[in-house]
């Protein structure tokens, strides 16, 4: 099929797919013609890399779980561990973006909201340093 199906079908937009061969993730078949030809297996690795990018996963994640996926010899655990270190990472994350929160909350509560000039969001800013 070709890119537009193959789009279709996996719910990514062609660029990404694009991309995605050029970085080696898939590498579907060429006709005679050069045009791309994808087979059912590339929209499925397709919406499995779309779903693991949807959670957050690196592209490098991704490529790893699926070689872990299509390697049918496989341990669970290699599997478990690299989906263990990615919620590590997301946890970190959300323990920054809270802190974030916290400290534009404060700098909101500060700021008069008026019309005068005196600004402690913008001098927050300006400072370059964190108010909580």
Same mark, same amino acid.
């Not at 099929?1 to 797919?17: C, D, F, V, Y």
């Not at 690196?58 to 299509?70: A, F, S, W």
């Not at 404060?106 to 005068?116: E, F, K």
């Given at each position: 099929?070709?890119? &537009?199906?193959?789009?279709?079908?996996?719910?990514?937009?062609?660029?990404?797919?694009?991309?995605?061969?050029? *970085?080696? /993730?898939?590498?579907?078949?060429?006709?005679?013609? &050069?045009? %791309?030809?994808?087979?059912? %297996?590339?929209?499925?690795?397709?919406?499995? *890399? !779309?779903?693991?990018?949807?959670? &957050?996963?690196?592209?490098?994640? $991704?490529?790893?779980? /699926?070689?872990?996926? #299509?390697? #049918?010899? #496989?341990?669970?655990?290699?599997? %478990?561990?690299?989906?263990?270190?990615?919620?590590?990472?997301? %946890?970190?994350? *959300?323990?920054?973006?809270?802190?974030?929160?916290?400290? /534009?909350?404060?700098?909101?509560?500060? $700021?008069? !909201?008026?019309?005068?000039?005196? $600004?402690?969001? /913008?001098?927050?800013?300006?400072? &370059?340093?964190?108010?909580?």
């Amino acid at each position: 099929m070709n890119i &537009g199906r193959a789009s279709e079908r996996a719910k990514l937009p062609a660029k990404t797919i694009r991309f995605y061969e050029d *970085i080696g /993730l898939i590498q579907p078949a060429r006709l005679s013609n &050069g045009y %791309r030809d994808y087979s059912e %297996r590339d929209v499925h690795d397709l919406r499995f *890399i !779309g779903r693991a990018r949807s959670l &957050g996963f690196t592209v490098d994640e $991704c490529r790893h779980l /699926l070689e872990l996926y #299509r390697d #049918r010899s #496989r341990a669970s655990s290699d599997v %478990r561990q690299a989906a263990a270190a990615h919620i590590n990472v997301i %946890r970190t994350k *959300i323990k920054e973006l809270r802190s974030m929160e916290k400290t /534009l909350a404060s700098l909101i509560d500060q $700021c008069a !909201g008026d019309s005068r000039p005196d $600004c402690p969001i /913008l001098a927050e800013l300006a400072a &370059g340093k964190s108010a909580s």
